[in-house]
């Protein structure tokens, strides 16, 4: 089992849902959301970098990855897509996954994945350091230990420039 910090990343601003024709599973980013992951890949770089086996592991929804496509070529990797972090996912396959990852590792999810999977860690003995932020582009920091999710914390979106 891995150690050490990862990154779960709510999917950035998408074009919404109501007014989007074609199937979800390829609805973009909006303009907002592109902007928002470009942000993102700048402050996640650094700590991901260090880390020469992190990976980034993306829901297979094309707005998870696009959130993840800046990150990745900062980094010059590939990023990864797993069913464990798609919408209507499998729980326990989302906690194999972050009990797993090498450290420094980046996932991207969705809405109704990240909150229930914050609450397992929780029900875990996971420590929730701040307030959840559940909004696009938001952050959680996990820090793990024996493999365990020991503490969590959450930023929230980047600031619009």
């Known amino acids: 089992m891995s150690d050490g910090a990862l990154y779960l990343v709510r999917h950035a601003k998408a074009g919404d849902r109501s007014s989007w024709g074609g199937d979800d599973l390829v609805r973009p980013l909006s303009k907002k959301g592109r902007a928002q992951a470009a942000r993102l890949a700048v402050r996640l ?4 970098s260090p880390h020469r086996t ?3 592991i993306s829901s297979p929804y094309t707005r998870c990855w696009q959130t993840l496509e800046p990150l990745a070529g900062l980094l010059d990797r590939p990023i990864v897509g797993d069913d464990a972090l798609a919408e ?4 326990d396959g989302a906690l194999m996954l972050i009990a797993g990852v090498p450290a420094g590792s980046v996932l ?5 994945v990240i909150p229930d999977v914050m609450a397992a860690l929780e029900r875990r003995g996971a ?3 701040d307030e959840p932020d559940w909004r696009k582009a938001s952050c959680w920091v996990l820090e793990r230990r024996d493999g ?4 969590a914390t959450c930023w929230p979106p980047p600031a619009d420039d």
């Open 148 to 151: 365990d999710v020991v503490r």
């Open 88 to 91: 209507g996912y499998d729980r």
């Open 127 to 129: 420590l929730i350091v």
């Open 54 to 56: 992190a990976r980034l």
């Open 108 to 112: 991207c999810s969705h809405g109704d």
């Open 45 to 48: 770089e650094p700590l991901v």
